[in-house]
Nanobody
Framework: VQLQASGGGLVQPGGSLRLSCAAS????????IGWFRQAPGKEREWVSC????????YYADSVKGRFTISRDKAKNTVYLQMNSLKPEGTAVYYC??????????????????WGQGTLVTVSS
């Protein structure tokens, strides 16, 4: 089981980025995928997740209405579309997999597999 996050970079406040999380060794139908982020000097926090069984999505209040999580099962990839980015969105973003089909969690300890992280910098 492997997860590879990509798509980070430098973006101006108000701009957009799309992160990708490519999964291998398992199919998305059977795993919840979560996105987390860790800003400099802060604890890692949950951002969003998608349920494997039915594709339901959930968001932290801080990103609701601006971020969208989605998946392409044919590509076995989960995306995080981030719009209206704010400077406080500067962080390393991680995707994680939990072999649970019917719910997704905001608790990082429930995720068994982690990608390597991709850096997003929101700055003018």
């Amino acid at each position: 089981v492997q997860l590879q996050a990509s798509g980070g970079g430098l973006v101006q406040p108000g701009g957009s980025l799309r992160l990708s999380c490519a999964a291998s060794g398992f199919t998305l139908d059977y795993y919840a995928i979560g996105w987390f982020r860790q800003a400099p000097g802060k604890e890692r926090e949950w951002v969003s997740c998608i349920i494997g069984g039915d594709g339901s999505t959930y968001y932290a209040d801080s990103v609701k209405g601006r971020f969208t999580i989605s998946r392409d099962k044919a590509k076995n990839t989960v995306y995080l579309q981030m719009n209206s980015l704010k400077p406080e969105g500067t962080a390393v973003y991680y995707c994680a997999g939990d072999p649970t089909r019917y719910y997704c969690s905001g608790i990082e300890e429930e995720y068994d597999y982690w990608g390597q992280g991709t850096l997003v910098t929101v700055s003018s």
